[in-house]
């Protein structure tokens, strides 16, 4: 379950938060495929409660498993796993198997069917009352978890109360894993690679076995035969609940990196980029899950509103420039396999209430019409999409071309680590690429051993090679790999990247 079954030598998702299904098809044709992505995380399938106003966060409360929401219907997913598999993009969907709606909810779902929480009623599955988690199975009053970070971590608690008063399913029912396995078989025989599973750690480890077990192969149509889907888990930190409890059924989200990533880049607590020099898994690192065993982003859906993480340490497109030096460096290193958020714009208000930075429109949705309904995506000639619509940070030239890094790269090794004991590094990855990254005060000059060709090198960082003609800064690679790299503090982007099929 954690082998994501990308094509040639992709390496990287890219989460689409909210786009339409028909956006992600075009997406997949007119750029993910030609620019080298590995493949799509969605945001929730199934039929969700609809809720005034629209928040995003509508899309984790199931109502039923029908693939029918805001993004489009079963037909217009289909189509769209199709386009994207053609061209060598796989898709991950983000399945919600922890619950359903708010206790107090009640109403119609996404696919016009009824619901209501306070009876436990899901009649589109079916669920009853017999399928959730419930007094004594859940033992605080009103079987909701407590918010409190010890409550999080407690296996009883975490696992058989409700997540934000959210009706907690049972997987140790047999109905709930028979229909819980119908959903994910019907995803895998549309053709998906895999699925981000959404809370994994408020479901019993056991549960989930059962029901992963019991997923069929991925389809040959598009898949090596015998290949099982990639499942990651979302596992937020703690104690007597462990990591290791999960990465028996796939990867875990290293929550970790994100921290570390903006402590370092954001200089918090004496940490530095050259600090990085052993990044990665085990006591010798940076304790972080094994490589092969993890998942890791800088920024995510809920870390860019404070649902997770501090929203005044998270890296987020509001802060691009840090933003794209974490996302390179976290792109040129060799460690698991990194997810590229793509948001879309909202006014973001981030205000001190009680103590805490929270963002006052943290529930706003995304972009839509009149009635409701999702926008298009405004693609711009210079790739960039309408800052004011879709942000696409995975069409800005600084990420996509350390995507192309990264799949250049492939499995070298780190070699010619250089360091100046503060904030700027340089490194290679065998003799395929380097990179050299300053959040210093001031210049760097130095000559480096860049470990690539002699040549001349085109910065994929401040430019493309348009006609065989390099856009942005040009780097000479003399015998022995030598060079004369310049980083000035103060370019747009304080980074130089170049590989061998930048070459000129
Ligand atoms: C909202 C309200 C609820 C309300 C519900 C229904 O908050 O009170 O009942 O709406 O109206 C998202 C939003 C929630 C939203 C929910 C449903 O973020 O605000 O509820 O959708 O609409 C913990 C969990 C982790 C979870 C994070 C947010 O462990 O699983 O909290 N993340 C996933 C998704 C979210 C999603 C859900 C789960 C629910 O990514 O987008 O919620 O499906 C410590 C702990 C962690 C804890 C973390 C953050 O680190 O160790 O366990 O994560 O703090 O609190
Ligand atoms: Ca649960």
């Given at each position: 379950f954690s082998d994501p079954h990308f094509k040639d030598n992709r390496s990287v998702i890219v989460h689409l938060m909210e786009w339409t299904y028909a956006e992600v098809a075009k997406e997949c044709e007119l750029f993910l495929g030609p620019y080298g992505f590995g493949g799509v995380q969605l945001s929730p399938v199934t039929e969700v409660a609809?809720?005034?106003?629209?928040?995003?966060?509508?899309?984790?409360?199931?109502?039923?498993?029908?693939?029918?929401?805001r993004s489009g219907d079963e037909k217009a997913f289909a189509d769209m796993v199709d386009t994207c598999n053609e061209v060598g993009v796989r898709i991950y969907v983000d399945v919600v198997l922890n619950h359903m709606t708010g206790s107090h909810m009640k109403g119609k779902g996404t696919a016009g069917h009824t619901y209501?929480?306070?009876?436990f009623k899901y009649d589109g599955v079916p669920y009853t009352h017999l399928d959730f988690h419930q007094h004594p199975a859940c033992p605080t009053p009103g079987d909701n978890l407590d918010i409190r970070s010890d409550k999080y971590d407690d296996p009883i608690e975490a696992r058989?109360?409700?997540?934000?008063?959210?009706?907690?399913?049972?997987?140790?029912?047999?109905?709930?894993?028979?229909?819980?396995?119908?959903?994910?078989?019907?995803?895998?025989?549309?053709?998906?690679?895999?699925?981000?599973?959404?809370?994994?750690?408020?479901?019993?480890?056991?549960?989930?076995?059962?029901?992963?077990?019991?997923?069929?192969n991925l389809i040959t149509k598009y898949f090596p035969?015998?290949?099982?889907?990639?499942?990651?888990?979302?596992?937020?930190?703690?104690?007597?609940?462990?990591?290791?409890?999960?990465?028996?059924?796939?990867?875990?989200?290293?929550?970790?990196?994100?921290?570390?990533?903006?402590?370092?880049f954001r200089k918090l607590g004496d940490k530095r980029l050259s600090y990085l020099?052993?990044?990665?898994?085990?006591?010798?690192?940076?304790?972080?899950?094994?490589?092969?065993?993890?998942?890791?982003?800088?920024?995510?859906?809920?870390?860019?509103?404070?649902?997770?993480?501090?929203?005044?340490?998270?890296?987020?497109?509001?802060d691009a420039r840090l933003l794209k030096m974490a996302t390179a460096f976290m792109l040129a290193w060799p460690y698991s396999i990194p997810r590229v958020m793509s948001s879309y714009y909202w006014p973001r208000n981030v205000q001190k209430v009680d103590n805490q930075y929270k963002d006052l429109n943290d529930w706003m949705g995304p972009p839509h019409d009149s009635q409701d309904r999702i926008v298009g995506v405004q693609r711009m000639p210079d790739l960039s999409c309408d800052p004011k619509v879709w942000i696409c940070e995975h069409r800005w030239r600084q990420i996509y071309n350390m995507v192309n890094f990264r799949n250049?790269?492939?499995?070298?090794?780190?070699?010619?680590?250089?360091?100046?004991?503060?904030?700027?590094?340089?490194?290679?990855?065998?003799?395929?690429?380097?990179?050299?990254?300053?959040?210093?005060?001031?210049?760097?000059?130095?000559q480096l051993n860049t470990g690539l060709p002699a040549g001349t090198y085109c910065d994929v960082i401040s430019g493309n090679?348009?006609?065989?003609?390099?856009?942005?800064?040009?780097?000479?690679?003399?015998?022995?790999?030598?060079?004369?790299?310049?980083?000035?503090?103060?370019?747009?982007?304080?980074?130089?990247?170049?590989?061998?099929?930048?070459?000129l």
């Open positions: 609809v809720q005034k106003f629209r928040p995003w966060s509508e899309r984790y409360v199931p109502v039923t498993y029908e693939i029918n929401g209501n929480g306070k009876e058989n109360c409700q997540l934000g008063g959210l009706r907690d399913l049972d997987q140790g029912k047999e109905w709930v894993r028979q229909k819980q396995v119908e959903f994910l078989n019907k995803l895998i025989a549309h053709g998906v690679a895999g699925f981000r599973s959404d809370a994994s750690k408020h479901m019993w480890p056991q549960d989930l076995q059962n029901i992963t077990a019991r997923l069929t035969s015998g290949a099982r889907p990639m499942i990651y888990h979302e596992y937020i930190s703690g104690e007597k609940i462990k990591a290791t409890e999960y990465t028996p059924l796939g990867r875990v989200i290293e929550f970790k990196n994100f921290d570390n990533l903006a402590r370092v020099r052993n990044y990665g898994a085990g006591p010798q690192g940076w304790g972080m899950l094994p490589s092969d065993d993890s998942l890791v982003m800088v920024d995510s859906h809920d870390l860019q509103r404070g649902h997770t993480g501090d929203i005044t340490v998270t890296l987020t497109y509001f250049t790269a492939g499995f070298e090794p780190v070699s010619n680590w250089w360091e100046n004991k503060y904030h700027s590094i340089a490194f290679s990855r065998g003799n395929k690429a380097f990179i050299a990254i300053n959040n210093d005060d001031h210049p760097i000059d130095q090679i348009v006609g065989g003609k390099c856009e942005g800064r040009q780097v000479v690679v003399g015998t022995g790999g030598m060079a004369h790299i310049v980083v000035d503090n103060k370019w747009e982007d304080p980074m130089i990247a170049i590989h061998i099929n930048a070459k």
